[in-house]
């Protein structure tokens, strides 16, 4: 199971960054969902974005921090997991992983770390 993010980088605060992750053919077969989450150091990993394999983003779940701003997209051909983030603040900076995994207790995606079991190894963002 592999998931391999890219796209990280430095920006300033306002401006646009699209992240991307490719998951191998296995990470897309047991992944009923999909997340972006991110960490600071010394903090917890928070969940940013998850939505189900396969689905359009209007079906996504967004942390209430990211709402209206990030949008998390699928490309089921390529499988490949994109979060575009739109205005980033300088509370966004961050080490950002993409996750597969399965459905919360109420049988829909979310982000939350206790349902995801498949990581990539990160990609840092940076705001100043």
């Known amino acids: 199971v592999q998931l391999v993010e890219s796209g990280g980088g430095s920006v300033q605060a306002g401006r646009s960054l699209t992240l991307s992750c490719q998951l191998s053919?296995?990470?897309?077969?047991?992944?009923?969902?999909v997340a972006w989450f991110r960490q600071v150091p010394g903090r917890r990993r928070e969940g940013v974005a998850a939505?189900?394999?396969?689905?359009?983003?209007?079906?996504?779940n967004y942390a209430d921090s990211v709402k209206g701003r990030f949008t998390i997209s699928q490309d089921n051909a390529k499988r490949t997991l994109s979060l575009q983030m739109n205005n980033l603040k300088i509370d966004d900076t961050g080490m950002y992983f993409c996750?597969?995994?399965?459905?919360?207790?109420?049988?829909?995606?979310?982000?939350?770390?206790?349902?995801?079991?498949?990581w990539g190894q990160g990609t840092q963002v940076t705001v100043s």
């Open positions: 939505a189900e394999r396969g689905e359009g983003e209007e079906r996504a």
């Open positions: 996750a597969a995994g399965t459905f919360c207790l109420g049988g829909y995606c979310c982000p939350e770390e206790e349902s995801f079991g498949n």
């Open positions: 053919e296995r990470a897309y077969r047991v992944g009923y969902c």
